[in-house]
């Protein structure tokens, strides 16, 4: 059975960071992009970043470009996603998400996480 567990969503001021991560497990995940996307309150689910297997590639969503940074430990299986100079407009759920293949930012990921809450105050 596949799992994403993401960890590390919490309450922080603006400006403050967080660290989320993924635990991905079930499978082998060779060859698997990895990434991230978030749905506020009342918005789509919206693609936020996401990595190659072999950490060459990184794609990030324009909003968040300069702030978020992606990495992946293979040999951990897991995703990471650094948020740096965070805004109120950062408050989200936020979602692991695994394919195979390249990292594309539509929605047609194999293996979804529950999710986990990131607030940013004012």
């Known amino acids: 059975q596949v799992q994403l567990v993401e960890s590390g969503g919490g309450l922080v001021q603006a400006g403050g960071s967080l660290r989320l991560s993924c635990a991905a497990s079930g499978r082998t995940f060779t060859s698997y992009a990895m990434g991230w996307f978030r749905q506020a309150p009342g918005k789509e689910r919206e693609f936020v970043a996401g990595?190659?297997?072999?950490?060459?590639?990184?794609y990030y969503a324009d909003s968040v470009k300069g702030r978020l940074t992606i990495s992946r430990d293979n040999a951990k299986n897991t995703v990471y996603l650094q948020m740096n100079c965070l805004k109120p407009e950062d408050t989200a759920v936020y979602y692991c998400?695994?394919?195979?293949?390249?990292?594309?930012?539509?929605?047609?990921?194999?293996?979804w996480g529950q999710g986990t809450q990131v607030t940013v105050s004012s």
């Open positions: 990595i190659s297997w072999s950490r060459v590639e990184t």
């Open positions: 998400v695994a394919r195979f293949g390249k990292v594309v930012t539509g929605m047609n990921y194999d293996y």
